[in-house]
Structures are given as structure tokens and as C-alpha cells.
């Protein structure tokens, strides 16, 4: 995989690598929707994609990993199989976008793992990223935003939806989602400059009008 860490090569014209976090009924997939089309709609080329999952073999890496029935899975064998299916992801999909110049937004990535399974999960925030290391070859997104919601009204609004299937994930305690959060924002003490909070709690239009000015802002200036 080539060098894409950041500032690797000052030169290259690569794509902006753009991750979305939070916990689940934050509205992430309404955001990014919204902000995709505003961008494309003044001539950058975007790539909208996904974690875990956007390309065959991490699909069906996703099936496993959130599969109601897999109640046995060990917690590192589910920090192992996210890892996995981000390797093949950002290999085959992610890395070549970037490359083409074409702007990457992806729903979840490095973040997630350190949230859930690392902190929620208890396996330790450094211990996850040690193996996310290996399987990213330590590339970064440009920018993180993550919307910030309560875990109680998130949960309530994927009840409400009846277009989103339940996962394995979604099964948790509610002390589980409490957790994530929690991770979250000791994420957002270690890396400020590269994660945004947004808040979900605000109407969609105006998370993504927020969203899409400060990337506006970011994109003029690099
Ligand atoms: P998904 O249906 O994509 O949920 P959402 O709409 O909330 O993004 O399911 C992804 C689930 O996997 C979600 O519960 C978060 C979890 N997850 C992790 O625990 N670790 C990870 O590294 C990633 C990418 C996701």
C-alpha cells in the first residue's frame, strides 16, 4: 500500500480522507448524505463509503462480526475481525480513491474501534491501536467529525426507525452505549485537532450546513 500518511508527500494532489463517528441514531448516515451532495454539487468528486463493510470481503466480514446469533464472540476476536475488515477495506477501496485525488467520507473507522472496543469493551484504547496500527500502516484521516448525542435519545431514535435492521451491537445495555460515549470524548482529549464534535442533538439540516461549512473552511485553506 503507498505511503498516504499525512504530509508523506507534501506534492501529491491525494483526496481528502474524511471519517464520521458516533454512536448509533446520531444520524450519520443523513449527514453524510447531505454534506456529499453539497460538496459534489460544486464539482469535487466524493467518494461515499462505510466501516465495516464497502466491498465484498469486509461485508461479509461485517455479516459475522454483527450477526445476533455469534453471542460467544470473544472481544478481541471482534477487535480483530473490524481490523481485518478495515485492512482489506482502505486497501482495495479507500486508499486508490485517495490516490485519484477523489475526496474519501467514510461512516466509521480507526475511532470506532478505539470507542468500543477499547474503551467500552474494556480491551484498552492503546491495545486496539496497536493492532489498527498494523492493519492501516498508520493512515489517518484528514478530519473527524463526531456527533455527540445522549445514548438514550440515539437508542430511542433506531427504535422509532423502522428502516434500520437491529444488530448484535445494538443488543448491548444501555451502559454499554454510555461507555462508547465515554470513549468518545477520551478520544477527543487525545486527538483535538483532528476530531470535530458535532452536535446531534440539532435538526439534520443544520448538523450537515455546520458540517460542510467547517470542511468548506478546511478545504480552502489546504
Ligand atoms: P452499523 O449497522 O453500521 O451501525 P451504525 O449505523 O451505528 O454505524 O453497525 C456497525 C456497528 O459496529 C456499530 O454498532 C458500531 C460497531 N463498530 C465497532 O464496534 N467497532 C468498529 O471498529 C466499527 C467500525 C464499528
Known sequence: MANLQKGADPASNRGWFITVEGPEGAGKTTM??????ALQAEGYRVMVTREPGGIEI?????????NPANTAMDARTEALLYAAARRQHLSEK???ALQQGIIVICDR????????????????IDEVWGINRFATEDVMPDVTFYLDIEP???????????????NRLDLEKLDFHKRV????????????ERI??????QPPEQMIRQVYESLKQQL???
Do not use: C, M, W
Not at 453524510?32 to 451532495?37: K, R
Not at 469486509?58 to 454483527?66: K, S, T, W, Y
Not at 438514550?152 to 437491529?166: C, D, H, M, P
Open 58 to 66: 469486509a461485508e461479509q466480514i461485517r455479516g459475522i462480526i454483527l
Open 152 to 166: 438514550e435519545i440515539g437508542l430511542a431514535r433506531i427504535q422509532a426507525s423502522k428502516q434500520r435492521e437491529v
Open 94 to 96: 479507500v486508499v486508490p
Open 220 to 222: 480552502n485553506v489546504n
Open 181 to 192: 460515549r465515554e470513549g468518545y470524548h477520551k478520544l477527543l482529549a487525545r486527538f483535538p
Open 32 to 37: 453524510i448524505t447531505g454534506v456529499a451532495e
Open 109 to 124: 473507522f480507526i475511532d470506532s474501534s478505539l470507542a468500543y472496543q477499547g474503551f467500552a469493551r474494556g480491551l484498552g
Open 196 to 201: 470535530t464534535v458535532i452536535d446531534a442533538e
